[in-house]
């Protein structure tokens, strides 16, 4: 996030729901900022002005603290980097068994399946697998670049999900290994958002974890909180400022992670039907939606599918959205995000 001054060849977006004539709420501004799995996780909470200041750094870490929880918690039940996590154990199992999901693990794996099938599998919490064979999960595999894995590997496509999870329950297929990281730091940012605002003294927050973001509410000036895009991720080609007024947005995109072999750059985003690094003919998509998980995970689908089909979805769908294409030709932006010029 940053301030808002810009230049002439910054876009400004603006949520068409944003309440008109948003004046400055009288509170105060507080800050956070830490690391979290394996990333830089903060918060920006604006408290009542009728609270009293001296009170602000008690306030700040009562809130800290319960989040610092609620983190902790996701990471014991989703870290492929844990070994004793609910998701390692899960991916352990022997195909046929099955295994009782605990809260909040079994609604992310839901979310997850949901947006998979209405997706048609471009966003697929099945390529724990592929994912580790191309060197970017949890385990030391050999060097993907030096071995050519990470550039000619390809696989049959992960079993279906169709039916595995029933009331909590969730059974092993052959094959089949979960990967939430394209969705479950996007629900990190939903829960904490929802902490936050249950305290009464909090009257709007802005909540980021590497890169996934989410505001609520107004600055204490009256101000939205802004998000800037750049499809590299580079602060000198900054394209986009978005106000976040209620809304999530986050993005995928080469910039992220990958394996570089020459000129080339090999993503962390696989193509679920090859298990290889996509051939996206986009470098970043961005995704704006109420719930982060959703935009999280919609965003890599988005990379998977490519210009065309994913502004043809996100048409369909409502969703607002920039895509970016490699050619460096303008961005693409969607019908609902055509409402936030």
Known sequence: MSDPALDDQVTVLIPPDVPAGAQPNGGREVVHSGEVFGTEWSLRLVRKGSTNPANDDAYLAQLVKAC?????LIDQQMSLWLATSDIVRFNSLAAGQEML???P???????????CDETEGAFNPGLYEAVEQCGFGASNQADPVASGLAFSQECE???SATGMLQDSVLAKREGFALDLNGIAKGYAVDLLCDVIRSHPDTTACFVEIGGELKGYGTRADGMPFWVDLAPDGSEQNLTYRAALYGWACATSGEAERYHRRGDSRYSHILAPQTGASVKSDLIAATVFDKECARADALATAMMVMGTERALAFADNQAIPCVLSPRTGTADVISSAMQDWL
Do not use: G, M, N
Request: aromatic letters at 4%; zero cysteines.
């Open 68 to 72: 610092s929880q609620t983190l902790s």
């Open 101 to 103: 999901l605990p809260e």
């Open 105 to 115: 693990l079994a609604t992310v794996i839901s979310k997850a399946f949901v947006i």
């Open 157 to 159: 496509a992960a079993p």
